[in-house]
């Protein structure tokens, strides 16, 4: 009896062996972990950004990897226009309507033109290097002068203008020949001046003398026999910034020559002119 429990504990102790064994073998047919291999950054790639630099995300599939921003489009040029103004008179030529431009070649010299009508169906075009000399500027014209109501050219009209001038002054020198006798034998050639200067005082207004002369030069300019046919003195007014881009005149004086012949005594008059001027 004794031998037989022996026996059999020895069996139990010997089972007991064999599968404390058996737990600590790995099964054959379960693959072992493997460990995952450091990066290793290939020649010419650069290296994972450090912890927290921003990592671009793969394309999407079938698009392209974004590139750069495209540059903008490069900003038009705006269109430039040469100077050009508008004018309207009313004086003893009655009601004048006049329109001109200067093209600039460069800083100093240009090409200027201008045309007019007047309520008496005519009409000049003029054409004219045109001059900057510091503040002035110089403007020796010549024109055509036609009257539309006899279908038939009148006058050529040699011209000249200077006009501006240092702040606070600003003046016109006009000097006009009107070559009547070119285009009809008996006609009369007459040569006008006009000259203001004005002073400015202050942003809307300025005010100075002003004279202006016409000269009879042939016997058919000279109604009465005198070359000075006409000589009206008096004040010129400036109103500037007359809204935008504007500026009105207000000539006034008192024409010191008898106009109405040496037998009407004393008719010696109001002379004057109204003007305004939109610059474009």
């Given amino acids: 009896m004794r031998t037989t429990r022996l026996a059999i504990i020895s069996a139990l102790a010997v089972t007991a062996v064999l599968r404390s064994a058996s737990a600590q073998t790995p099964d054959p ?13 290939s020649p010419g790639t650069p290296a994972e950004p450090a912890s927290g630099a921003a990592i671009p995300g793969p ?8 590139g750069p921003e495209p540059a903008p489009p490069p900003a038009e040029e705006e269109e430039s226009f040469p100077a ?9 030529g009655q009601l004048q309507l006049w329109a001109g431009a200067t093209h600039m070649m460069s800083d100093s ?10 309520s008496e169906y005519l009409g000049e075009f003029d054409i004219a290097p045109s001059f900057v000399a510091g503040p002035l500027y110089v403007t020796p014209m010549i024109g055509l002068q036609v009257n539309w109501l006899e279908y038939r050219a009148v006058s050529l009209v040699p011209q000249l203008y200077i006009t501006g001038g240092p702040d606070p002054l600003y003046m016109e020198l006009w000097v006009q020949n009107y070559a009547n006798s070119v285009f009809t034998e008996d006609a009369g050639n007459t040569l006008y001046f006009r000259f203001f200067i004005d002073y400015k005082l202050g942003k809307y207004f300025g005010v100075g003398p002003e004279i202006e002369a016409l000269l009879g030069l042939n016997d058919a300019a000279k109604p009465f026999g ?6 009206p003195v008096g004040l010129n007014l400036m109103f500037s910034n007359y809204g935008r881009n504007n500026v009105l005149y207000v000539f006034a004086g008192y024409e010191t020559q008898d106009t109405n012949g040496p037998d009407l005594d004393g008719e010696n008059h109001f002379a004057g002119r109204l003007t305004f001027v939109h610059n474009f």
């Fill in 29 to 41: 047919t379960t693959p072992a972990p493997v460990e995952p291999p450091p990066p290793v950054s």
């Fill in 59 to 66: 394309a999407a599939a079938g698009q392209p990897a974004p």
């Fill in 226 to 231: 005198d070359t000075l046919v006409s000589l």
């Fill in 84 to 92: 050009a103004w508008f004018r309207i008179d009313s004086d003893i």
């Fill in 109 to 118: 010299v240009g090409i200027a033109t201008d045309m007019y009508v007047n």
